[in-house]
């Protein structure tokens, strides 16, 4: 038997890898809570539909979010922030699952980051070509808390770097299941996603699901 055999196998979860001072990836984290997870997914976004934002300079994200959680970020013509209701609707953004916040906060702990809140959740749909491109999360209001980030589904090339824009970054591949942590010195690093490749995933078909946790308030 040859370890690629097992190329696309989920891995129990091991131990941290370290990826820069205070950011972790967790291979196989959420392994054990996927069928949690992949449902409460489905509420979320028959409550706050997928949707695909437009940039502050008039483009539409190849990315589809939603959000759940007191706060959820969005983009319009206006400028990147956090609000308290889904502007589709009018309504407060669906509350954050349960498994999402025990999840986020278990995950926030195995990467040095105790007694991790998030109050908001984002729920990010790649379809094969999506991509994100290199950015900083620094739409939030406490730079003390960690960046947790859930893969589901599709493998993709997460893209990490410096807090300088300029330096080359480093690629990791994630699979289902897998979270990065990324915080403290780390917390304002340029981070993105190369463009999703085609492919078919056993639970979740042609596409990856990426909840990323944060503290926005
Ligand atoms: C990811 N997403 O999908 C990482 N940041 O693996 C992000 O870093 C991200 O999707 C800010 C806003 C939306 C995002
Ligand atoms: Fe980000």
């Given at each position: 038997m040859t370890q690629d055999l097992f190329e696309e196998e989920p891995l129990a979860y091991v131990a941290p890898q370290v990826m820069a001072p205070g950011a972790v990836l967790l291979r196989g984290f959420a392994c054990d809570v996927e069928q949690a997870l992949m449902h409460a997914v489905e509420q979320v976004t028959a409550a706050a539909p997928l949707r695909h934002l437009v940039t502050p300079g008039g483009y539409t994200m190849s990315v589809a979010m939603s959000n759940c959680g007191a706060l959820g970020w969005v983009s319009d013509r206006t400028g990147y922030r956090y609000t308290g209701?889904?502007?589709?609707?009018?309504?407060?953004?669906p509350p954050m699952p349960d498994c999402f916040a025990r999840l986020a906060r278990r995950a926030a702990a195995e990467a040095g980051f105790g007694g991790f809140r998030p109050d908001a959740c984002l729920v990010n749909c790649y379809e094969p070509g999506a991509r994100l491109s290199l950015h900083q999360?620094?739409?939030?209001?406490?730079?003390?808390a960690p960046i947790v980030s859930v893969s589901l589904g599709l493998p993709a090339v997460f893209l990490f770097g410096t807090t300088r824009r300029k330096d080359r970054p480093a690629r990791y591949r994630l699979v289902h299941g897998d979270v990065a942590v990324w915080g403290g010195p780390s917390r304002l690093a340029y981070h993105g996603v190369a463009p999703l490749a085609a492919g078919e995933h056993?639970?979740?078909?042609r596409q990856r699901i990426n909840l990323t946790f944060r503290c926005a308030a």
């Open positions: 209701t889904d502007p589709l609707s009018g309504q407060p953004w999360d620094k739409d939030e209001g406490d730079m003390s056993a639970l979740l078909g």
